[in-house]
């Protein structure tokens, strides 16, 4: 299984960003595909994920500014990102969850600075 992920960069506060994740090799849309990030000196935590059964969950911190969608027959999921806020800076990742295990792709920065 391998993600590519993509559509990181720099943005000013209150910008748009969009991530787009292309994943191979694996039943996705029986997964749970998601996105996380870690921030320097912080634990990667979640952002968003999409289960295989149409569910989605945010972390209360992008509620309302990110949304995540997927894609089951070009095998993405992506996430439009709004209002970037400079805590919103950090490394992004997907990830798949499928039969047990995990999968991650290799990382897209984002840079909310002016």
């Known amino acids: 299984v391998q993600l590519q992920a993509s559509g990181g960069g720099l943005v000013q506060p209150g910008g748009s960003l969009s991530l787009s994740c292309v994943v191979s090799?694996?039943?996705?849309?029986?997964?749970?595909a998601g996105w996380y990030r870690q921030a320097p000196g912080k634990q990667r935590e979640l952002v968003a994920h999409?289960?295989?059964?149409?569910?989605?969950r945010y972390a209360d911190s992008v509620k309302g500014r990110f949304t995540i969608s997927r894609d089951n027959a070009k095998n993405a999921v992506y996430l439009q990102m709004n209002s970037l806020k400079p805590e919103d800076t950090a490394v992004y990742y997907c990830?798949?969850?499928?039969?047990?295990?995990?999968?991650w792709g290799q990382g897209t920065q984002v840079t909310v600075s002016s």
């Open positions: 990830r798949l969850y499928y039969d047990r295990r995990e999968y």
């Open positions: 090799g694996s039943a996705f849309s029986l997964s749970t």
């Open positions: 999409y289960t295989s059964d149409g569910f989605t």
